[in-house]
């Protein structure tokens, strides 16, 4: 079974300007998560998408924003990027039954602004 | 404000050993918690989760051990081995909230040494 994949796993891209990274899931799984992991930090929870609605959104400005497709893959696209978005991040998904929160992850992309 | 805390960045036990990473959490809501592992250059792992119900789950060589009263967890691995080493990451969630979502730790970076 395949697990979950992300494209591109590496992207550079100058400040201002927009990035989309994209996330396609286990199959089954309904929910999609995106989380940061900036360098020395932990990570931090960006968004989830569970049957293709918003559900939740971690403490990051509106220009960070996503959505998830019939098929439950799903986008994530950072606007106005700053040098700071540079970071790891990472899809996951799982079942998104109440109480299955066990995520699986993908191998995330690397963002690099400069 | 952050509602888990791993206060140790890193970790060096000899091989062989007991290693222990411990977790402390603030939010009373919690009732549901997970140790991912992480590799370099790949996204974490789950590797063992605990429900509150619960004040231990073993898993092979590893071990979760939940404190309610100190709003403390620890995992326990042993005898460690040189694959363990990797970023250990907890983490939290309060399952049955309808804005879900997991809470993580700032991680530990184990090592073990020969």
């Known amino acids: 079974e395949a697990g979950v994949t992300q494209s591109p796993t590496h992207l550079i891209k100058t400040r201002g300007q927009q990035a989309t990274l994209r996330c396609s899931p286990i199959?089954?799984?309904?929910?999609v998560y995106w989380y940061q992991q900036a360098l020395g930090l932990g990570l931090q929870f960006l968004l989830w998408?569970?049957?293709?609605?918003?559900?939740n959104r971690g403490n990051f400005p509106p220009r960070f924003s996503g959505r998830q497709f019939p098929n439950y893959s799903s986008e994530l696209n950072v606007n106005a990027l700053e040098l700071e978005d540079s970071a790891l991040y990472l899809c996951?998904?799982?079942?998104?039954?109440?109480?299955?929160?066990?995520?699986?992850f993908g191998p995330g992309t690397r963002l690099l602004v400069l | 404000d952050q509602q888990v805390k791993q206060n140790s960045p890193s970790l060096s036990v000899q091989e062989g050993r007991i290693s222990i990473l411990n977790c402390d959490y603030t939010?009373?809501?919690?009732?549901?918690f997970l140790w991912y592992k992480k590799y370099p250059a790949e996204g974490p792992t789950f590797l063992i989760s605990?429900?509150?119900?619960?004040d231990k789950n073993e898993d092979g060589r590893f071990t979760v051990f939940l404190n309610k009263s100190a709003k403390h967890l620890s995992l326990h691995i042993v005898p460690s081995q040189p694959g363990d080493s990797a970023v250990y990451f907890c983490?939290?969630?309060?399952?049955?909230?309808?804005?879900?979502?997991?809470?993580f730790g700032s991680g530990t970076r184990l090592s073990i040494r020969p």
């Open positions: 996951a998904s799982s079942l998104g039954e109440a109480g299955q929160e066990t995520q699986y």
């Open positions: 199959s089954g799984h309904t929910s």
């Open positions: 998408y569970d049957e293709g609605e918003e559900r």
């Open positions: 939010n009373s809501m919690f009732d549901y």
């Open positions: 605990i429900s509150s119900i619960k």
């Open positions: 983490a939290a969630s309060a399952r049955y909230s309808s804005a879900s979502k997991i809470i």
